[in-house]
């Protein structure tokens, strides 16, 4: 197994705040991470694949980088309905697996 | 627009059999271009892959469940489905299913459905 690392593992931020999410795999991935945005109740929603790549109708406020073992996700600015909780997945192997999930607060 | 909604009972007895189905409306599951999965996240707890499958019935599982796994497919029904066997009070999750694109990412996921196990 891959264990995957975020941090932190919860934050407080306010509307138009930018805001950036650290993914690290235990072994080099390539560029095979995924991002995903889960609200209480609803289905996980993909916004990042391959890393970087913005999955069809995800807002341009979403980005992500990184390659190997360390990624980021970046919210530009934070709109009300972005506050949930984010969770990488890397897909290099299986098991995939998810990294503990960050969850973003209101300030 | 796809669609994956999950289904079958919310409540197992300790030792038995949690079976869900996923029915896919809106895409055929026959697709050569798609793997389906299934992936739970117990309560207050992270995400969990448990297994995927072709529609020709090529699977692989997670190793920690592969002893307990069986997922199968319908393709007449567009539909995929989970066993379970042995559960227990850690088998506790919300299912969801999802369908698996290239490179492997999970693109539509159903709402989930919780499962509890209790006698």
């Known amino acids: 197994d891959i264990p995957m690392t975020q941090s932190p593992s919860s934050l407080s931020a306010s509307v138009g705040d930018r805001v950036t999410i650290t993914c690290r795999a235990s072994?080099?991935?390539?560029?095979?991470l995924n991002w995903y945005q889960h609200k209480p109740g609803k289905a996980p929603k993909l916004l990042i694949y391959?890393?970087?790549s913005l999955q069809t109708g995800v807002p341009s406020s979403f980005s992500g980088s990184g390659s190997g073992t360390d990624f980021t996700l970046t919210i530009s600015s934070l709109q009300p309905e972005d506050f949930a909780t984010y969770y990488c997945?890397?897909?290099?192997?299986?098991?995939?697996?998810f990294g503990q999930g960050t969850k973003v607060e209101i300030k | 627009q796809l669609q994956l909604q999950e289904s079958g009972p919310g409540l197992v007895k300790p030792s038995e059999t949690l079976s869900l189905t996923c029915t896919v409306s809106?895409?055929?599951?026959?697709?050569?271009?798609?793997?389906w999965g299934w992936i739970r996240q117990p309560p207050g707890k992270g995400l969990e892959w448990i297994g995927s499958?072709?529609?020709?019935?090529?699977?692989y599982y997670n190793p920690s469940l592969k002893s307990r796994i069986t997922i199968s497919v319908d393709t007449s029904k567009n539909q995929f489905s989970l066993k379970l066997s042995s559960v227990t009070a850690a088998d506790t999750a919300v299912y969801y299913c999802?369908?698996?694109?290239?490179?492997?990412?999970?693109?539509?996921w159903g709402q989930g459905t919780l499962v509890t196990v209790s006698s």
């Open positions: 809106g895409g055929s599951i026959s697709s050569t271009s798609y793997y």
């Open positions: 499958i072709y529609y020709s019935g090529n699977t």
């Open positions: 072994q080099s991935i390539s560029t095979y």
């Open positions: 999802a369908r698996r694109k290239n490179p492997p990412n999970f693109d539509y």
């Open positions: 391959a890393a970087s």
């Open positions: 997945q890397q897909s290099y192997s299986t098991p995939y697996t």
